[in-house]
Every structure is written in C-alpha cells, then in structure tokens.
C-alpha cells in the first residue's frame, strides 16, 4: 500500500456519505450533550423533586452504564446486525430520556440516567464499530476530525443549551429535546445502514464479565467522593477488579474485547493504554481548573468556564488541520507528539496558576487540546489498521469506552492527589496553590507514561500489516 491517504474533507459531505456522516455526528452528540447535560438542568431538578444528596450519581450512574454498554457493543452487533442494535439500543436511550423527564422523585431521575447511559454507551461505541466498514481508510482521519468538532460543539453548546431550555421551559425540556434527535437518528438508521451479519454461535450472555466491568467501573466513580485513604483503596480494588474482567474476557468463548487488549506485545494493545493514558492525565486541568480559577483569580462561573473551554478549541482546530495529513510517517510522529504536548501543556497550566500568568495559562490549555486534536484520530485509526479483520468490530467498540473509562480515572486519581495534599483543607491562595503542585505533577507523569505507550505502538505498527476498510 502506498504511504500515504488521500481524501478531501468535502468527501465526508458528498451524497454517497453525507447521511452516514450525519448518523455518526448524531450518535456522538447524543452521548457528548448527555455528558454535559446534569450539570445545568439537574440542579433544577433538585429544587422540584429534592434529593440533592444523590445529585451527583445522576452523572456517575450515566458514565458507569455508558461504560458497560460500550463493552457489550460488539456483542450487541454481532447479535443483532448493525441497523437493529443501533435502532433497539436508542430505543432503550429514549426510554431512559422519557422515565427521567417525567421523573416524581430523583431516585427516578437516577434509574432512568442509568437507562440513558447503557443505551447510548452502545449506541456511540457502534457508530465507532460502524467507521471501518462504511468509510476507506482516507477518509476515516476526516471522520475522527469531525467527530472532535462535535464535541467541541457539545462542550459548549451543550451547557447553553440545557441551560436555555431549563431556564425558559424546565429542566425536563433539556431531557426530551433528546426525543427529535433520538427519532431521527434512527429513522436515518433504517434508510442508511445496512443490516450487517448476525453471528451464528448463540452462547450465553456475558452477565459476569458485564458485572465485573460494572463493579470496576462503580469503585472508580466511589474513589472521587470518598478521603484520600479509602479512595486509593477502592481504586487499588477497582484496578484488579478490572484485570479480572480482562482475563476472564481472554478465556470466553464470545469476547467482548479483542484477545490482544491491553496487551504490550501488539500495537493494539499498546494503543489501548495510549487511548487510556491521556485522558487520565488530562483530567487534572478538566476537573480543576475552573474551580481553582474562581477561587485564585477571583474570576466569575461564566469567564471561567470560557476559560476552561479553551482545551477543546485547540482540540478541535487541531483535529480538522491534521486530519489533511498524508503520510504516515508524519501520522506516527503526530501520535509520539501528542503526549509530549500534553505533558507541557500541564506544566504551563500549574506555572500560570502559580504566577498568575494569564498569557501562560490560555497557551498551556491551548497544548493540552492539541495534544489531544493532533494525535487521537490517528491513534484510534492505527488500533483499527493494526486490527484483523475478525476482531474490528470489538477493537472499534471498545475505543470510546476505553476513553470514558480513562475520563471517570482520571477525575477519581485527581482526587485523590489534590486531597491527600490537603486541597479540601486548603484556606489560603498559599495553601491551595501548594495542594495542587502534586496534582498536576502526577498528571506530567501519566503524560510521559502515555508517551512510552506511544512509542511502542508506534514501533509495533510499523511491523504490523496495514488493513484497509470499506471499498472505494
């Protein structure tokens, strides 16, 4: 094959993928709108139904299932055929939409956030599974591009959004705007997506292996709200749980995962910690810095916020640019770069904060996002190509689920480094801007952990046969 990948972005939009673009933008924002939705409506909600002390489940119940259901995913396909997983499990989303929006008490907010979560868990893991086989590979770069633009929308849109309709209508409008988009996803779905083959083998259903990746998954999420002590206890725990559910999968007859996950001997192993790696690094500034903006600068929610929002600028402007990139040469170095920018781009965030550099800051959240934008599209592309044919499917689902879970880790490992320095106690600019030093250090290390994990990839990639996808 040649070393290099043609395509134009226009491609995407031409008749011949515009609507398969459209379903793969719809299924992602589902999910990217979702994730920033309980922010601004549930605290509305609170005030009605009351229950603010499980407020914050409302987002954990959603991550937790959203994980479980990527994991079933290529399960959910080979079983079903791609067009009825996709339409039966945004079925399943929309039941979760319609049970929290005519929610009587929070405890039903709960239940159908964790509806809501499993459903579009699946959904946004199948429109991963779905890129390979309706997309060449020249166009796939331009995908991931427009997925990141997506998100990027969604990070600010999707605040703004729900915030307006809670505002004007009420917090339940912010949940069945869900109902249009959900409708027309799949009415998209029956016209577009083929029907794909349903596996013959019939064995049981992973219930355990689900439940092991639930309990791992649960331990992460109760790690963030607990003391330093018992948070790294349950994230010790949840770690082995997870292994165990690695293992097990590994012995099943009907994987949920490819047989080399996690593996450091292939390059889709060794992408799968890469794709685990940055995120968890990146979550110090996610998580904090917005809070710590208000409380060191003085600056207000809505600055600060801006402010925050500059990460996923640099994400997204980088994302579209590279995507034009056409060696692959260029490619690997791109992937090598990203954790490297990633890493710098904490460092100038934690001297901005203690420098009061506002220049410095707006720079270093610039190179987080395009650590990020720079290096994912080609990160998930490489698993893809580095991926046989037989275990695609599973490779592609188990990418965005592998993203969220490195999302929920890094937000708990963040806790507990600010914690155990004494951030909660923190009473002065003094003592918080000591508190936060091992926070963002330990974020430069998972960086440079992400950067060796890059190199090995890299390597392995280049010994590993290159696939191709959908025909031309």
Request: hydrophobic fraction near 60%; include cysteine.
């Amino acid at each position: 094959m040649s070393d290099t990948v043609d395509g134009r972005w226009a491609e995407i939009f031409s008749p011949r993928y515009l609507a398969v673009t459209t379903i793969l933008a719809l299924g992602v924002s589902l999910f990217a709108f979702n994730a920033f939705l309980s922010a601004t409506a549930l605290p509305s909600a609170v005030q009605e139904l009351g229950g603010l002390e499980v407020i914050s489940w409302a987002t954990t119940l959603y991550l937790v299932f959203a994980i479980v259901g990527g994991a079933a995913a290529a399960l959910v396909k080979r079983r079903l055929g791609s067009r009825w997983a996709l339409i039966g499990l945004a079925a399943v989303f929309l039941v979760g939409t319609l049970i929290a929006a005519s929610a009587a008490s929070m405890q039903q907010v709960l239940v159908g956030r964790a509806i809501q979560g499993f459903g579009e868990g699946v959904v946004a893991a199948l429109c991963f599974a779905l890129i390979p086989e309706l997309f060449p590979s020249r166009l796939v770069p331009k995908v991931f591009g427009m997925q990141a633009v997506v998100w990027a929308v969604a990070a600010f849109g999707g605040p703004a959004g729900a915030g307006a309709l809670t505002e004007l209508i009420s917090w339940r409008a912010a949940f069945l705007i869900n109902v249009p988009l959900v409708l027309i996803f799949a009415t998209m779905v029956i016209l577009v997506v083929p029907q794909g083959q349903k596996a013959l083998d019939k064995s049981g259903f992973p219930g355990l292996r689900l439940a092991v990746i639930g309990t791992g998954t649960m331990l992460v999420a109760l790690a963030a709200i607990v003391p330093p002590t018992p948070a790294a206890l349950l994230l010790v725990a949840a770690l082995i749980v997870l292994a165990i559910a690695v293992w097990l999968d590994r012995r099943s007859d009907e994987r949920l995962m490819p047989p080399d996950a996690f593996s450091l001997k292939t390059a889709v192993g060794s992408g799968l910690w890469l794709f685990l790696l940055m995120p968890i690094a990146g979550a110090a500034s996610a998580v904090y810095l917005v809070l710590l903006l208000q409380q060191l600068w003085g600056y207000g929610p809505t600055l600060s916020a801006a402010i925050g929002a500059v990460m996923a600028i640099g994400w997204s402007s980088s994302s579209v640019t590279v995507a034009n990139v056409r060696k692959r040469a260029t490619r690997r170095v791109l992937i090598r770069t990203g954790p490297i920018l990633l890493a710098l781009g904490m460092l100038g965030v934690l001297i901005a904060l203690e420098t009061t550099q506002l220049p410095l800051l707006i720079v270093g959240q610039l190179a987080i996002g395009m650590g990020f934008g720079i290096s994912n599209g080609y990160i998930m592309l490489t698993i893809m190509e580095a991926s046989t044919d037989a275990e695609r499917d599973r490779t592609s689902a188990l990418l965005p689920t592998t993203q969220s879970a490195g999302n929920a880790l890094g937000a708990a490992l963040a806790g507990v480094a600010a914690n155990a320095a004494g951030y909660a106690q923190a009473s002065g600019q003094g003592e918080i801007l000591a508190a936060i030093v091992p926070l963002f250090l330990m974020a430069v290390g998972f960086a440079v952990l992400a950067w060796l994990a890059a190199l090995r990839m890299v390597q392995l990639a280049k010994q590993t046969p290159i696939a191709e996808f959908a025909s031309e």
